[in-house]
Structure formats: C-alpha cells, structure tokens
C-alpha cells in the first residue's frame, strides 16, 4: 500500500477533523439551559475557559457529573484555538467578559496572569493542593512569592507512538538499538510509507519532536541540573548533535516538512500513511477517536551511540493548571467547582475519558496503552527542558527551539547555528547557573 505523504490530499481531512472538534453537537443545549433544574436556590451559571478544543464534547460530559451533584451550578465550558488562546486569557481575565475559572498554563507562561494580579493563591481555598507532588505544583506556583495559582490538571510525557499494523505488515519490532531505529525507519521508506509524521509549519511542534528523539543524547535531567549549575549551556556538543540528529532525521519525515501544518501531520497518522508520530501522551485520546480502527504502540528511541545517556527516557512536564480569576463575580461557586477539580473523582475522569495522566492522588490508569506510557516515564523520566525552565523570560525557549528547527529543516542554518540561536535568544534574560 503506498502511504506517502500527500499534503493536498490530507489538508480537507485536517480541516474536516478540527471543525469537528472545535463545534458544538447539533443536539447539546444551549449554555446555561440547565441552570435552575432541580435547584433550590438561586442558578449561577459559570464560565470556564480551555485551549483543548479537542476535549470539549468530552469535557461538557465531565462537567455533568459535577451539575448533577451541584444543581445550582452550571458549567459553561468554552475552548479557544491553542495559539490564540494565551492573548484571549489575558485580556478575558483583565475585563468583565472573561472566565471565572480558566486552564492557564504552566512554569514561565503562568507568571504574567500571576505578576499581572489575574489570578487567585489556592492554598487556603483548595485545601487537597498539600497531598499533591511537590514537582507537580511547580508548574502552578508563582515564581516570586512560590504560592500555588493553579490545581494541576494533569502531566504529559514525550515518546513516539507507532502503527502496529503497519509494522506488523513490514515485519517491524520496536528498536532496541539506534541501529534499529535507524533500520526500520529505512525499510519503511523503501516501502513508500511515510516513517515519522512530523508537521514543523507550527514551530511549537518541533521542540517537542526534537525531545522524543533525542533527549537522552544531550543528557535529560544531567543536562538540566548542569545547566542550572552553570557548568554548560546551549552550545554544549551533545546539545549540538542532538540537533543534528534532528536534521539527520529530517529524510524520515514528509516532504517539506516545514510547509505541513502540525494537524495535517496528525492526519497523516491516523489516517495509516505513516507509521510513527513523535509526540505527547495528550494525543492518544484524539488519534483513538479519529480512528477508533488504529491500533497503537509506543516506544522510547534509544540513543545513538557516543550519547550523553545510555539508556532511553520519555521527556515529560506538568502541563496545565485550573486558576481562579480574580474578577470572578461568583467566588463561593467558583470556589466549589475549584476544589472538586482537584478531586480523585475528577482525577479519574481526566484519566478514562481524556486519556491524560491526572496528577491527582488515587487515579489509576485502567487504558494499557496509557499505563505503557506512564510506566515507560517512571522507569526513565527526563525533563520537557525547554518548556520546563526556560519559558520564564522572553523569548521563551520552545519558540526558540521552533524558530532554529525550521531553519534547520529549510537548510539556512546547521546544527550550531541552530544552538546558537536559542542561546543567543535565552541570553537575552537567562544565564547559566543564575
């Protein structure tokens, strides 16, 4: 079967699944059409406010479980496009239009809504924050004061998902060795089939790629403490070749790569015309309904020899929090929906029906898939790095990584020019063991 990439071919299927996402069922009722049913005081309706615009029929049904034991409170859930969502938040939570409670983001993209006074502390308000993993509520905490803004939605890990079917059908095995990466990877092209679906039009997208197949060559958490400690920075060469990697990799990836759209290369994957996807555990829930026939598998890419690390890693971060807006005009409800949010019976939700890694005490994993990937992180977890601790200046270090892989892939720069890049920019207000 020839499952090379045709860009034309899959920009209608792109667009047909986004819409499809992003708009209301035909049948869902109009927001706020509960508020009173079975209430016995006065309705409040709150809004609350996300960037998934993947998870919103999933999250109107999980806020019912909430409406059904607070019948005087209704959750209007609204979803915004993932990169016009940050400049929407910031001025919603500044004026009277905005959300009482909003998904904000984590680590440095957090602290202007908290410097800004947009948020609320949750300490006092939410008292199961203290039974949460410290390093889980570092992504929600202030930088300056260290109080917590946000109840931990959930942790996200990197690793690269495959089509078993289409290995099966090439005789393919998850790789032990680079060798073996780099082997199947060769047969797949020699097979016309697209190895890796990787869509750079969306700079965002490729600091992530670039973690799921290299972080344990530039060295993982060693990597991060010792550019905390001062001792190296972006130049290091074993960030540099991790860098080249990337580009060596680039004749796996669909042609022009730059020019694909990250959607289309979700399409790419579900539609079975290539064969792995180098991405985060946020995908499982969309790829398994956009084609409940895919039968999926995961790996962690071992790394080349000479490698900062002998031994793969999943590279992984705390990725969203629920903050409470201080213009909110209904605190006490918004106080109460807060603190369900941080609950085993959200928790499990979370985990069952958007296949995310709750952070919350108690949740279990029921998916295998999900499970693999989690036990894959725990047995050798690295640091998302550049999402982790550089996102606390401006510019931020994903942008960075984004803007120096795409000229990368469009051959305007080498490898240490692409380092370069990102030191030169983080230098702008990060230094090494500052």
Not at 12 to 41: N, Q
Not at 127 to 151: I, M
Not at 191 to 210: C, I, N, Q, S, Y
Not at 316 to 334: K, Q, R, V
Request: glycine share 10%.
């Amino acid at each position: 079967m020839n499952r090379r990439f045709t860009l034309a071919g899959l920009t209608t299927a792109a667009v047909a699944l986004t819409l499809g996402a992003c708009a209301p069922s035909s049948d869902s009722p109009e927001p706020g059409a509960a508020a009173g049913e079975g209430c016995d005081g006065e309705a409040v309706a709150l809004d609350v406010w996300s960037w998934r615009t993947e998870d919103v029929k999933t999250y109107e049904q999980i806020f019912d479980v909430f409406e059904a034991a607070n019948p005087c409170i209704t959750v209007n859930f609204q979803a915004h496009l993932n990169t016009e969502y940050d400049q929407i938040l910031r001025t919603g939570l500044t004026g009277s239009d905005g959300p009482d409670i909003a998904q904000v983001r984590s680590y440095g993209l957090l602290q202007p809504l908290v410097e800004g006074g947009n948020l609320e502390p949750l300490e006092d308000l939410v008292p199961a924050l203290a039974d949460f993993d410290d390093a889980t509520l570092d992504g929600a905490r202030g930088r300056e004061d260290g109080a917590v803004y946000g109840v931990p939605l959930a942790t996200q890990t990197i690793q690269v998902y495959y089509n078993t079917a289409i290995f099966e059908e090439n005789g393919l095995e998850e790789p032990e060795t680079w060798d073996d990466f780099i082997a199947l990877n060769e047969t797949l092209l020699q097979k016309d089939v697209t190895p890796l679906a990787v869509g750079a039009r969306d700079g965002w997208f490729v600091p992530t790629v670039h973690d799921a197949l290299t972080a344990a060559q530039y060295g993982g958490a060693d990597f991060q403490q010792a550019l905390r400690d001062g001792d190296t920075d972006f130049t290091d060469p074993a960030y540099v070749d991790s860098i080249q990697t990337l580009k060596d990799l680039q004749k796996y990836m669909p042609d022009d790569v730059t020019g694909v759209p990250y959607t289309d290369a979700q399409v790419l994957f579900t539609s079975e015309q290539a064969a792995m996807f180098a991405g985060g555990s946020y995908e499982q829930a969309f790829f398994q309904e956009a084609n409940p026939d895919l039968d999926l598998g995961v790996f962690q890419v071992p790394p080349p020899p000479g490698s900062a690390q002998d031994h793969p890693v999943s590279a992984g971060y705390a990725d969203g929090n629920w903050g409470l807006s201080s213009a909110t005009e209904h605190p006490e409800e918004a106080e109460k929906l807060l603190n369900w949010l941080a609950t085993p019976e959200f928790g499990q939700l979370v985990a069952d029906e958007l296949k995310q890694f709750s952070p919350i005490p108690g949740v279990d994993f029921s998916d295998p898939l999900q499970q693999e990937m989690w036990d894959l992180y725990q047995g050798n977890p690295a640091p998302y790095l550049l999402l982790v601790d550089f996102r606390y200046g401006d510019p931020v270090g994903t942008d960075l990584m984004g803007e120096a892989g795409q000229k990368l892939f469009l051959g305007d720069a080498d490898a240490k020019e692409a380092a370069q890049v990102i030191q030169d920019g983080l230098s702008a207000w990060w230094t090494p063991g500052e």
